[in-house]
């Protein structure tokens, strides 16, 4: 039982993270890009084109999972990056560099 409260407690209280059941974490984020227009993907899921507000991010396996983002734009460099999910920023800016 206690256990269970401690878990409850842990879902509420993490930051950027809404208790969905507590059984699927789920954090919301901003991603932007310098120049805009760049698409992004989570985990090899296309998920828009910059600037991007308030993308849920869902993870069924946990907070342990890792997210890989790919922020991609047309004669610019590839922008790969990869977060633990609780340690995905509430916002992130990424600046590509011309090819």
Do not use: H
């Amino acid at each position: 039982m206690l256990k269970k409260i401690l878990l409850t407690l842990v879902c509420l209280a993490s930051f950027g993270l809404a208790a969905q059941g507590c059984g699927t974490p789920t954090k919301y984020v901003a991603i932007d890009s310098k120049p805009q227009g760049a698409t992004v993907f989570i985990n090899g899921e296309e998920k828009g084109v910059t600037p991007i507000q308030n993308l849920q991010l869902t993870f069924p396996a946990g907070l342990e999972q890792r997210v890989i983002i790919q922020v991609v734009k047309d004669r610019y460099l590839p922008f790969f990056e990869s977060w633990l999910f609780l340690e995905v920023p509430r916002q992130k800016k990424y600046i590509l560099q011309e090819n």
